[in-house]
């Protein structure tokens, strides 16, 4: 499905911050939206854009606007009852998230998750950017192991957290095509559970080897472009053993070989994408995100994101 594009732009500055309360209800659900500004909203106008793209019964939005007080209150979800999770990745700004007697701050890589069945608020005091992406309840239930702990930050510098921040970037609206982006968020929902059932405080072993593997991603993410970047290479930086650290990605859920491949095509997509390197050649691009064999580079990212590097390129330039 194509994206929608909601913007106060659209009417007159005077019309602009009641437009912005209809427009995010129709987006999300009913909430009740304050503006920093209070009387002054009306006269000196109120920016604020929405563009969301709806995956199934998965959905993802990019919002940008002012500094604003967001409520979901008792009336709000009586008028709008909806049994799922907003998953939000700051991208500029901070927020303030406040559910059940719980509060986050999130900066720009943070994610927090709040549950549209009970009150909640958010507080943006300046002017903002995030991504939300939508998991009805049905989906995400089955594949917790815990309760969920809203209104708790989930940073995203590597492990599970990084691996969700980038499916979710990869997921921008015009980004994918319908298909593969629909697949994706399937897979980001997965994501999102193992995120939330990694929230309980973990026992000693568990944190050693989350350490662990925070450690190799970094590794892995620190070495993209060397030729020589394997198994034995990472694991003798670690200081542990080949086997030690392919029972460290076991529990990770995707093998050494999965998370070079994907980290160098993430790298690729965002260079691909990226107006200042419109100027390198796909091949360039490759071999600077790691692969030496192009063929093969062309292969595996049509794989992953249903186009080819030269037609993400073109439209991203459209």
């Known amino acids: 499905m194509s994206a929608v594009t909601w913007s106060t732009a659209a009417v007159p500055r005077s019309r602009q911050f009641g ?104 507080e943006l005091s300046d002017d903002f950017a995030q991504l939300s992406f939508y998991v009805p309840g049905q989906l995400l239930h089955p594949q917790l192991e815990q309760p969920v702990r809203t209104a708790t930050r989930i940073p995203t510098v590597s492990g599970v957290g990084a691996a969700l921040r980038h499916a979710l970037q990869a ?12 697949r ?16 309980a405080d ?7 080897r989350a350490g662990q593997l925070d450690a190799a991603l970094a590794d892995v993410a620190e070495h993209l472009a060397d030729d020589d970047l394997c198994p034995a290479t990472t694991a003798g930086r670690l200081g542990i053993s080949v ?6 990605f076991a529990g990770h859920g995707r093998t050494f070989g999965a998370e070079l491949r994907r980290q160098r095509l993430e790298q690729a997509r965002r260079d691909l994408a990226d107006p200042a390197r419109a100027g ?23 794989r992953a994101y249903g186009c080819t590097p030269a037609q993400l390129r073109r439209g991203q330039a459209g």
């Open 19 to 122: 437009y912005w309360r209809e427009m995010i209800c129709e987006a999300f659900l009913d909430l009740s939206p304050e503006s920093a500004g209070a009387g002054g909203a009306a006269r000196d106008g109120f920016r604020g854009r929405v563009t969301q793209r709806r995956l199934g019964r998965l959905a993802i939005a990019q919002i940008g606007s002012q500094a604003q007080r967001v409520r979901r209150t008792e009336a709000d979800i009586a008028r709008s009852p909806r049994a799922g999770y907003y998953a939000n990745l700051q991208l500029r700004g901070s927020c303030r998230t406040v559910q059940d007697g719980r509060a986050a701050v999130t900066q720009p890589g943070d994610l927090t998750v709040v549950d549209t069945e009970r009150p909640f608020a958010f």
């Open 171 to 182: 997921l921008e609206p015009g980004s994918l095509p319908e298909d593969p982006a629909s």
């Open 184 to 199: 994706l968020a399937v897979h980001a929902g997965g994501l999102l559970a193992v995120a939330l059932n990694g929230s």
């Open 202 to 208: 973990p026992g000693p072993g568990a944190r050693r």
């Open 243 to 248: 086997r030690q650290l392919h029972q460290v």
């Open 280 to 302: 390198l050649r796909v091949i360039d691009i490759a071999a600077d995100a790691g692969f030496a064999d192009v063929t093969h580079f062309h292969r595996v990212f049509r």
